[in-house]
């Protein structure tokens, strides 16, 4: 059911110097790659129309000052100093940040929050126990207060989750488009501009086919290869400097900076568009902060990355200070400092660490769109783990194919690097704006620092960034306008799922039976109850589903156990296993029926399958043999809610109740501590024979025994399924916008969305479908 995740807990753990160091080397391939390329493209970028190459040595000077110190106070100074700080149980990422301030402001964005989710250890874990301050007090009061300020507060995250999906189409063609362009110097500029398209784009179509292997299969070569980049770039821009400009580090000094805006004024203004590219990627430090540690991603940064970074801009300065003559602005790129017997194995690393890059970011977006889903703002999609150790390596095949057309659309319609970065800079400083006005309330909220702090952190960041994103939004007849087209549409679907997912919710809590009902009807439930375990899956966590008193109704006949699952997420990236499921009751214990809520994080993998199955009944056994007690003995330990009770997964109770299955049933397994009758009539079945094993230490009651025993027959019996088949629309009276929104919009996407896992996965034999029409 769970895939093991070895890596995100790492941050809690007391790492040796080894771990540390091996985690930062794979954090190279992970994390950097998309950064590590910036190169490539930044100086063409910048130049390609708004500013140009003179001999007094100005401009360049000033790109390399900017260069450095942007690639200084955002990266360095915001991200690895600061922004990493903000984790939210060592995940990061904009819904990080969202999840964190929710849990701090007592925020419950999902419909299916219980008093008890507020009990898990992960969810308490980052609250700060200390009284905030005035401040921040008046402004948790007041996000509590207005729902309006919630809702923008859950706009401004999607807006940073669009953008990033923007992103993952964005940089995968800039990347690729630039690594390729080296063929430029070559083959002439009559026929490089025929290659270079076509052969972008295979690169594109053959990175995308491969994603559903996982990177996992290729994983070991990303580190490699970004190292071997680094090196190489590095390499080349201390040749560049001591060959051509020895003193070109002069111009770090922020003095160029002024010269440059003095000379070029507007035009100057505009062409920062391309010099932000140069911290692309940032935001991967903080996205991919769950696959590794602080301390990894911080020393693999200021040691490798960040240096190389500055010498490989430094040596591109430093060779075009002595090179004024150029046939057209189009070499003004990075290949023209390359040495020429250099350049095609240079083309070949670029190219393969491009690859890596934009894998990267590819994964980041299959990740935030899982995230979106798991909270409720995006329809439901197909989500395979390539990998059954490594935490977070999934694939989603109608996202990825959707990536890849709108990536090779990208490439061929602009078919330069101009158009291309103009589109890429502004989604990613609108996913930097999202952080800094996200982290300024974790300071107050959640940090308990003082207002003043998080204005001077918001008015530091915030200027610098909004100057970029000013600069990128003036060019949005020339591309920018990509960026923004995405993320309205994408903004769309999430709104209109979301407002969907909602009502629907509503609908089926104001139409659900009270447990009245159910007590009314007697120990029998007024129906016959055949063998076998029926689970009706529903998302209320209380009450019962309309659809159970619509099934009986028409069909008055039921299995003798009853189980109402419910699977739900939580705002918190992963719930332990010991606190997995919450069972109880529904009504007195002869009648037979329970509630189970199986609670994830939106980082956690989720399965239904075989082994789901056997966690329910075999954590149901374990409830009932612990009589309402949990897992601990000790009753000051006790975590029962509502009349729910904390039982962890089968894994988490070895001395509990624990479920066998033999295709033969023999007769010297069965011990005095088996829970198992075997008769004579049921040897002779073809099925499988199941048994609960507990431990001989372990005392149970004759209640609970013959309850567990009664459960065991159940389940050899077989598990019935009862789904929900739910058609929406618009109630009466309801105005023509919403008329649209629910009777076209969310129906569309509810039809042509993925189904509930479990109803992908359970066999059709023992399927029943209850269909009901929701009046919204």
């Given at each position: 059911m769970d895939l093991e995740t070895r890596t995100y807990q790492n941050h809690v753990k007391k790492e040796s110097w080894r771990t540390v160091l091996t985690l930062a080397y794979q954090s190279l391939g992970v994390v950097y790659g998309d950064l590590s390329t910036s190169p490539l493209y930044v100086y063409k970028s910048t130049f390609a129309e708004d500013i140009v190459h003179t001999e007094t040595n100005e401009e360049i000077f000033g790109v390399l000052s900017f260069v450095f110190w942007t690639l200084t106070l955002v990266p360095l100074l915001k991200y690895v100093f600061i922004v990493l700080k903000a984790d939210d149980n060592g995940e990061g990422g904009t819904f990080a940040l969202y999840s964190l301030l929710c849990r701090h402001a007592k925020l419950n964005p999902l419909p299916s929050f219980q008093l008890a989710d507020e009990e898990l250890s992960n969810y308490k874990k980052d609250i700060n126990t200390h009284s905030p301050t005035t401040f921040g007090a008046k402004v948790k009061s007041t996000l509590e207060r207005y729902r309006v300020l919630q809702r923008f507060l859950l706009v401004l995250a999607l807006i940073g989750a669009c953008m990033v999906i923007g992103d993952g189409i964005l940089t995968p063609a800039i990347s690729v488009f630039s690594a390729?362009?080296?063929?430029?110097?070559?083959?002439?500029?009559?026929?490089?501009?025929?290659?270079?398209?076509?052969?972008?784009?295979?690169?594109?179509?053959?990175?995308?086919?491969?994603?559903?292997?996982?990177?996992?299969?290729?994983?070991?070569?990303?580190?490699?290869?970004?190292?071997?980049?680094?090196?190489?770039?590095?390499?080349?821009?201390?040749?560049?400097?001591?060959?051509?400009?020895?003193?070109?580090?002069?111009?770090?000094?922020?003095?160029?900076?002024?010269?440059?805006?003095?000379?070029?004024?507007?035009?100057?203004?505009?062409?920062?568009?391309?010099?932000?590219?140069?911290?692309?990627?940032?935001?991967?430090?903080?996205?991919?902060?769950?696959?590794?540690?602080?301390?990894?991603?911080?020393?693999?940064?200021?040691?490798?990355?960040?240096?190389?970074?500055?010498?490989?801009?430094?040596?591109?300065?430093?060779?075009?200070?002595?090179?004024?003559?150029?046939?057209s602005d189009y070499q003004i790129g990075f290949y023209v400092s390359v040495p020429e017997k250099l350049r095609w194995p240079v083309l070949v690393i670029a190219v393969l660490a491009a690859v890596v890059g934009s894998q990267a970011i590819i994964t980041g977006t299959f990740s935030i769109i899982k995230q979106c889903s798991a909270l409720g703002c995006f329809p439901r999609v197909k989500i395979l783990h390539t990998s059954s150790t490594i935490h977070g390596q999934i694939y989603i095949p109608e996202i990825n194919w959707t990536l890849m057309l709108l990536c090779l659309a990208v490439t061929i319609g602009f078919r330069d690097t101009r158009r291309m970065g103009n589109a890429a800079g502004l989604a990613i400083i609108t996913v930097m704006l999202v952080t800094t006005c996200l982290m300024s309330l974790v300071i107050v909220l959640c940090w308990h620092q003082s207002v003043s702090l998080a204005i001077c952190f918001v008015i530091f960041f915030g200027t610098i960034e909004a100057l970029y994103f000013s600069a990128s939004l003036i060019k949005f007849l020339e591309g920018a306008w990509v960026p923004i087209a995405m993320a309205f549409i994408f903004m769309i679907v999430m709104c209109i799922w979301h407002y969907g997912s909602l009502k629907k919710y509503e609908f089926d809590v104001q139409n659900k039976v009270s447990v009245d009902w159910l007590l009314s009807l007697g120990p029998s439930l007024g129906i016959v109850r055949v063998r076998g375990?029926?689970?009706?899956?529903?998302?209320?966590?209380?009450?019962?589903?309309?659809?159970?008193?619509?099934?009986?109704?028409?069909?008055?006949?039921?299995?003798?156990?009853?189980?109402?699952?419910?699977?739900?997420?939580?705002?918190?990236?992963?719930?332990?296993?010991?606190?997995?499921?919450?069972?109880?009751y529904i009504g007195p214990r002869e009648y037979r029926v329970y509630r189970c809520i199986v609670r994830y994080g939106y980082r956690d993998a989720h399965k239904d399958d075989s082994?789901?199955?056997?966690?329910?009944?075999?954590?149901?056994?374990?409830?009932?043999?612990?009589?309402?007690?949990?897992?601990?003995?000790?009753?000051?330990?006790?975590?029962?809610?509502?009349?729910?009770?904390?039982?962890?997964?089968?894994?988490?109770?070895?001395?509990?109740?624990?479920?066998?299955?033999?295709?033969?049933?023999?007769?010297?397994?069965?011990?005095?501590?088996?829970?198992?009758?075997?008769?004579?009539?049921?040897?002779?079945?073809?099925?499988?024979?199941?048994?609960?094993?507990?431990?001989?230490?372990?005392?149970?009651?004759?209640?609970?025994?013959?309850?567990?025993?009664?459960?065991?027959?159940?389940?050899?019996?077989?598990?019935?399924?009862?789904?929900?088949?739910?058609?929406?629309?618009?109630?009466?009276?309801?105005?023509?916008?919403?008329?649209?929104?629910?009777?076209?919009?969310?129906?569309?996407?509810?039809?042509?969305s993925r189904r509930l896992t479990y109803a992908l996965t359970v066999p059709h034999a023992s399927t029943l479908e209850v269909g009901m029409v929701y009046h919204i």
């Open positions: 390729v362009s080296g063929v430029e110097l070559s083959l002439g500029k009559e026929h490089h501009k025929y290659v270079e398209v076509p052969v972008a784009c295979i690169i594109l179509i053959a990175l995308f086919s491969l994603q559903h292997y996982g990177t996992h299969r290729v994983g070991f070569l990303f580190a490699p290869v970004v190292v071997t980049w680094l090196l190489c770039i590095s390499a080349i821009g201390i040749y560049n400097i001591i060959h051509w400009n020895p003193y070109v580090y002069r111009a770090l000094s922020p003095y160029y900076m002024y010269k440059f805006l003095k000379k070029t004024q507007t035009r100057g203004w505009m062409s920062l568009g391309g010099i932000l590219l140069c911290i692309t990627g940032s935001e991967a430090m903080f996205a991919d902060l769950g696959h590794f540690s602080q301390l990894s991603i911080k020393i693999a940064f200021t040691s490798i990355v960040y240096p190389s970074l500055i010498l490989a801009y430094m040596g591109q300065a430093a060779y075009l200070s002595r090179h004024h003559v150029m046939e375990i029926g689970v009706i899956h529903t998302e209320l966590v209380s009450g019962i589903p309309a659809i159970f008193s619509h099934f009986v109704t028409n069909l008055p006949a039921f299995h003798q156990v009853l189980v109402f699952v419910c699977v739900k997420f939580v705002q918190t990236p992963h719930v332990r296993h010991e606190e997995r499921f919450l069972v109880g082994q789901f199955q056997d966690d329910l009944v075999c954590n149901i056994a374990e409830f009932i043999r612990t009589g309402n007690t949990g897992l601990n003995s000790n009753a000051a330990d006790l975590k029962s809610f509502e009349d729910m009770t904390v039982v962890g997964t089968a894994s988490t109770h070895i001395s509990g109740v624990q479920l066998r299955k033999d295709d033969e049933v023999k007769s010297d397994s069965v011990g005095t501590s088996e829970l198992r009758e075997i008769h004579p009539s049921q040897i002779t079945k073809a099925k499988k024979s199941v048994k609960f094993v507990i431990s001989e230490t372990t005392r149970t009651g004759r209640g609970a025994r013959e309850e567990l025993r009664e459960l065991m027959e159940a389940r050899e019996a077989g598990i019935a399924y009862i789904l929900g088949h739910y058609y929406v629309q618009a109630k009466e009276g309801s105005s023509l916008f919403r008329k649209i929104v629910i009777n076209y919009g969310y129906e569309f996407l509810r039809r042509n």
